[in-house]
């Protein structure tokens, strides 16, 4: 279990983290998730004590980091695939690691197993790819059989098989009753494998909930209809007392709808409909919707400018 | 957390890792191999000197010539030990398996000494029977006045060198900071502010010229040094306690 307490850090006049409150239970997968820059590798530093807070405090198992005898053995972390020295090998990294914590020396051959880099241990780290440099830094997570794991952005580029192996295995972790806290910036990707839910942005906390509560909030479901006859259609819809909302490309959106009684209701008036069909607003669209406030950095959506002629492209026809 | 356990993973870091073998290996090659050239161009040229070069002569500290440019690699393997927690990033992963840091530091501050001790004081050794060697009829010998004295503080003298960059790295970070002070502060600087006599009163108290006194044995002629090799020694020890004291003290309050 961790415990955050008011954490704040503030760096200047920023603030990266703004009085954070919430706890990770154990058992179950807690996504973090925010847009980037939201601070939520921040709170990660501080969880592990790297980095000191402004205010505020975190506990694990109702203990400071520092506190903790072998660390390893309670808290595991990934915050970084290229936090390691690339010029030693995968082996030599774990066993500098282990020795640190008192971990038996067999139990480095055991995580490689795990991880499926036993035939590269020997190789230095420089070597690896993105991909395995991510599973050596879970192996380093995994050395102290920990009752806690922390993940920060555990799927940033990885191929899909990366992707599904790190799923399946933070599921299985929390199965066995194990406290499992990872971050990221994609929806999509907590809600394939998270639990429970905490969501920040620009330090602050904006939601604390759980993934099903969160989905039944968020997710709203409407019928998409298009016609050519669309005024006659509108009328049609007003009469019945359903609501219509407009929505571009000439297409109306029924909230809440049924597409049955749109059909039949169509039907009757004998009305040509082109499309007729349910839609379920994502939860990547709810989620920006919730940070949209909190996004520090906005991409501006107008194209990119017209690339301008490169020099001495008009040579031949002078 | 036992320290025990930090020696160990400090260990493990710095012998599976292959500056530490480059670095050092340098170290010894020069140190030695200068220092036998140096000793045997002295010995062609001894009758050719004056007389009062000939009366300061002084064997042992001549087989130690090669210390000025092997002192060089001791101080890239003192930096590079502690900087590149820092330039690989490492430095989180291992601060969060021992948040104590200033067991952390003791114990890679430690590993990394006692590595270099060994090394220093076999280069030392070896330096002065080649030195000696290429010497000829000019030699002395390890059991003359004050030569064993200076022959161990040749040992002492590296170690400290590498000892006091391994501070300086605690403090800066960077290993190209680091090196880019430390370098030409050594090679250069240093030289340049003993050798000229508005700055000379200052020069001998910088670490690198106190702390060499110790391996002089015939003191040089009109010599006005204020302090003897171990009081040398000493002052070269105030200067990397200080150095490690100021790495312990940033690392304690930066953020990893």
Request: charged share 20%; net charge neutral; glycine share 10%.
């Amino acid at each position: 279990m961790i415990e955050l307490a008011g954490l704040t850090k503030r760096y200047g006049e920023k603030m990266a983290v703004d009085d954070l409150t919430f706890t990770v239970r154990p058992g179950i997968v807690t996504g973090f998730l925010g847009p980037n820059g939201a601070g939520k590798s921040t709170t990660m530093r501080m969880m592990l004590g790297l980095d000191r807070p402004t205010a505020g405090d975190v506990r694990i198992d109702g203990r400071h980091y520092d506190r903790l005898k072998d660390p390893l053995k309670y808290i595991g972390a990934l915050l970084d695939a290229k936090a390691m020295h690339g010029g030693r090998s995968a082996y030599n990294h774990l066993l500098c690691l282990a020795q640190s914590n008192g971990i038996p020396r067999g139990r480095v051959a055991e995580v490689l197993d795990t991880v499926g880099l036993t035939g590269v241990a020997r190789k230095k780290a420089k070597g690896f790819s993105l991909g395995m440099g991510q599973r050596l830094g879970i192996a380093g997570a995994l050395l102290g059989d920990p009752r806690i794991l922390m993940f920060d952005e555990p799927v940033n580029g990885l191929d899909p098989e990366g992707i599904h192996w790190i799923r399946t295995l933070m599921k299985s972790l929390a199965a066995q009753g194990r406290t499992v806290f990872v971050s990221s910036h994609l929806m999509s990707e907590m809600a394939l494998t998270a639990d429970h839910l905490v969501v920040i942005g620009q330090g602050r906390l904006l939601a604390d909930t759980s993934m099903a509560e969160f989905i039944e909030q968020n997710s709203r479901s409407y019928v998409r209809v298009r016609s050519p006859q669309r005024e006659r259609l509108l009328d049609v819809l007003h009469e019945a007392g359903v609501t219509v909302v407009e929505s571009g490309s000439g297409a109306l959106e029924v909230d809440g709808g049924k597409a049955e009684h749109i059909g039949e209701l169509a039907a009757q008036h004998q009305i040509v409909l082109h499309e007729l069909s349910p839609q379920q607003a994502s939860l990547e669209e709810a989620f920006m919707r919730l940070t949209a406030e909190s996004v520090e950095y906005h991409a501006h959506s107008d194209g990119p400018a017209e690339p301008r002629p490169a020099w001495g492209d008009g040579w031949e026809r002078s | 957390m036992a320290a025990i356990q930090v020696v160990r993973s400090e260990w493990t870091k710095i012998r599976s890792v292959a500056s530490t073998v480059w670095t050092l290996s340098l170290a010894v090659v020069v140190t030695i191999a200068l220092g036998m050239l140096i000793s045997a161009l002295t010995k062609n040229e001894f009758d050719n000197m004056s007389a009062k070069d000939r009366l300061s002569f002084d064997p042992t500290y001549i087989s130690f010539a090669g210390m000025s440019l092997g002192q060089l690699a001791m101080i890239v393997f003192g930096v590079l030990v502690v900087s590149n927690e820092y330039s690989t990033g490492m430095i989180r992963t291992s601060l969060a398996a021992v948040p104590q840091r200033g067991t952390f530091l003791a114990g890679k501050i430690g590993v990394a000494t006692g590595l270099a001790l060994v090394v220093s004081m076999a280069t030392s050794f070896v330096a002065f029977f080649l030195g000696q060697a290429m010497l000829g009829s000019h030699k002395t010998a390890l059991g003359d006045p004050h030569v064993l004295r200076a022959v161990i503080g040749g040992g002492l003298y590296m170690t400290l060198i590498a000892v006091f960059s391994m501070g300086v790295a605690a403090m800066l970070r960077s290993p190209m900071l680091s090196l880019g002070i430390l370098m030409p502060f050594f090679f250069l600087i240093s030289n340049i502010l003993g050798n000229v006599s508005a700055t000379k009163k200052i020069g001998r108290f910088l670490p690198d010229q106190a702390g060499s006194r110790i391996m002089r044995v015939v003191p040089r002629i009109d010599d006005d040094t204020p302090y003897g090799p171990w009081g040398g020694l000493g002052i070269m020890l105030v200067w990397v306690v200080a150095a490690l004291l100021g790495g312990y003290v940033l690392l304690r309050r930066r953020d990893a």
